[in-house]
């Protein structure tokens, strides 16, 4: 899967991408990433790609034409006849989420344009997006990062990306259940002591155990999770029995 980026930051992009199970993945060819500087497709001799806003206001917003040019110059060198899909990560997107990065994962490609300053010129938004998406109620000085948030969670979800064990991390939170606590040596620290159940060997116990600590902390932090989740006939006893009022 190939990831394109057009940018102004080109080096902030692939300085955090290249690390870890992405590094990993795109040592091995699994995925792609290509940074796109668009001050490259500036036609001004000082490279300007924004100019003040018609109407007035604080702040500058991106230039329709590099971008647009960056654009073509993507198209062309992709040699394909559909048409590509291009996000464009904005505060007033979607809200993204583990569903959508999953649907991400089965395409060819994807292109994501990020913005600065008080926004991109509405025109080439119209002529080039398919998708807007938000990363969260909060604004960002850039689309760099949500752009890198989203790249990451899309290539774990891309076959081949994460070894058998590590799929296994993100089954769980697909259950809508947030994930068991944790912990290694030593078996005590700091007077606390490792749970009892982790240390007994008993497989089937300490799978219980997690389940149980599964629900214990959806119900503590995302409680409006639960409505989604998929129990097993045990946990969801035990979820009865300490979180629903049975009269
Ligand atoms: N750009 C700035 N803030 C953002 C956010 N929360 N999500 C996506 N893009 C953004």
Not at 25 to 49: C, N, P, Q, W
Not at 65 to 83: G, L, N, Q, T, V
Not at 99 to 111: F, G, N, R, S, T
Request: proline share 5%; with cysteine; charged share 30%.
């Amino acid at each position: 899967m190939k990831f394109h980026v057009m940018t102004l930051f080109p080096d902030m992009i692939s300085a955090g991408l290249h690390t870890s199970i992405l590094g990993r993945a795109m040592d091995a060819g699994i995925i792609e990433l290509k940074t796109h500087d668009i001050r490259d497709y500036s036609k001004d001799k000082h490279r300007h790609v924004d100019d003040y806003p018609y109407g007035g206001g604080a702040g500058m917003v991106m230039s329709a034409e590099p971008i647009a040019a960056c654009y073509a110059d993507i198209c062309e060198k992709r040699m394909r006849r559909d048409r590509p899909r291009v996000i464009y990560v904005t505060p007033w997107g979607k809200p993204f989420h583990q569903e959508m990065a999953k649907e991400m994962a089965e395409m060819d490609d994807l292109i994501f344009l990020c913005g600065h300053y008080e926004g991109v010129d509405e025109r080439v938004l119209e002529s080039i997006v398919t998708d807007y998406v938000s990363i969260g109620d909060y604004v960002l000085s850039g689309g760099e990062l949500p752009a890198m948030v989203m790249i990451d969670a899309i290539s774990r979800m891309v076959p081949g990306v994460l070894t058998n064990e590590e799929s296994g991390m993100t089954e769980s939170f697909e259950n809508n259940l947030l994930e068991y606590p944790q912990y290694t040596r030593p078996e005590e620290w700091n007077e606390r002591k490792v749970p009892e159940v982790l240390l007994s060997g008993n497989h089937k116990k300490i799978a219980e155990w997690r389940a149980e600590r599964s629900v214990d902390r959806t119900m503590k932090y995302r409680p409006e999770l639960m409505e989604g989740a998929v129990l097993d006939k045990k946990t969801a006893k035990y979820y009865r029995e300490h979180y629903v009022n049975e009269k």
